[in-house]
């Protein structure tokens, strides 16, 4: 199970659930739509979020986006 209080953009202080939040009501499909998009900044400072997770563990932005298009989240 995946705790959707755990930040997932800590640069930013955006948690798994805000994100999640963010993808949905935003209809975004892909990562450069989330990149690009304003309404939640994420992967604009420090970048480690985006593929391998702010500690090297793979709980990355890509994995967020792909497991709500899964509809796991």
């Known amino acids: 199970m995946i705790d959707t209080g755990r930040e997932v953009c ?12 963010c993808i949905k009501n935003n209809d975004l499909k892909t990562m450069e739509e989330l990149l690009a998009n304003q309404e939640c900044a994420v992967g604009d400072k420090c970048e480690s979020c985006i593929e391998e997770g702010f500690d090297n563990d793979g709980f990355s932005l890509a994995m967020v986006l792909a497991q709500v298009k899964q509809g796991r989240l």
């Open 10 to 21: 800590v640069c930013n202080s955006v948690t798994v659930e805000e994100l999640v939040e």
